[in-house]
């Protein structure tokens, strides 16, 4: 089946250490999401890629980045995670931006200690 | 700006109850696409409907129902005979590009919890 997939589903990381999140897609959609969720909010979105065009957020801190070296996959690097940071970290893709419906994945939860 | 709101943050029933979840957003626009999904305690959200504002007709889909009004800028969910399967967080979010030429953004309401008990 097409979908949206996400590694690893917890990562547990120490204050300050690099960590990447990882998502692929099957859908062959344009545009891949990252957002971030804290508990009992509604997700914020980070960034999204246009096929290789990045489109940052404007509040999103320069201590998140992204990758998209092809269709399939977008990584989500956090270079120095504090605490604040722990999160479920979903991505999603659409087949345009706008309008177009938006697929998300399972989502990784990341712990910070 | 674009603002949906759910004024609705728990809402706990009984199995077998109808629910209707509210959901009212705001926008300038005159084209616009809105749009609930669950996120069940896994985490993932799961896409439920997809409206556009042209398109004012109820939708049904098994237990689950829309109702659609421009005229209050409404867009309410309703499960009849709930389970405890639909314990989630339910999300409505819009977009709508709010005549800049920009590729819109889904906004997303702040979600409501609902607890179906056996």
């Known amino acids: 089946d097409a979908m949206v997939i996400q590694n690893p589903r917890y990562q547990v990381t120490q204050f300050g250490k690099p960590v990447t999140l990882s998502c692929s897609q099957t859908l062959n959609h344009n545009v891949m999401y990252w957002y971030q969720q804290k508990s009992s909010q509604a997700p914020k979105l980070l960034f999204h890629?246009?096929?290789?065009?990045?489109?940052n957020e404007a509040d999103t801190p320069d201590n998140f980045q992204s990758r998209r070296p092809n269709t399939s996959f977008c990584f989500l690097d956090i270079r120095s995670p504090g605490l604040g940071d722990a999160a479920m970290y979903l991505c999603?893709?659409?087949?345009?931006?706008?309008?177009?419906?938006?697929?998300f994945g399972p989502g990784t939860r990341l712990l910070v200690l | 700006a674009q603002k949906v709101t759910q004024a609705q943050t728990e809402i706990s029933v009984v199995e077998k109850e109808d629910v209707t979840l509210d959901c009212v957003y705001e926008?300038?626009?005159?084209?616009?696409?809105l749009f609930w999904y669950k996120q069940p305690p896994s985490g993932e959200l799961v896409f439920l409907i997809r409206r556009n504002s042209f398109d004012e007709q109820n939708e049904i889909s098994g237990r689950y129902s829309w109702n659609f009004q421009k005229s209050t800028s409404s867009f309410n969910f309703t499960i009849t005979a709930s389970q405890v399967v639909d314990s989630a967080v339910y999300f409505c979010?819009?977009?709508?590009?709010?005549?800049?030429?920009?590729?819109?953004?889904?906004?997303f309401g702040k979600g409501i919890t609902l607890s179906v008990r056996p």
């Open positions: 926008t300038r626009d005159t084209t616009y696409y």
């Open positions: 890629y246009y096929d290789k065009d990045f489109n």
């Open positions: 999603a893709t659409s087949r345009e931006t706008g309008e177009e419906t938006q697929y």
């Open positions: 979010a819009l977009s709508a590009r709010e005549g800049t030429g920009a590729n819109s953004k889904l906004t």
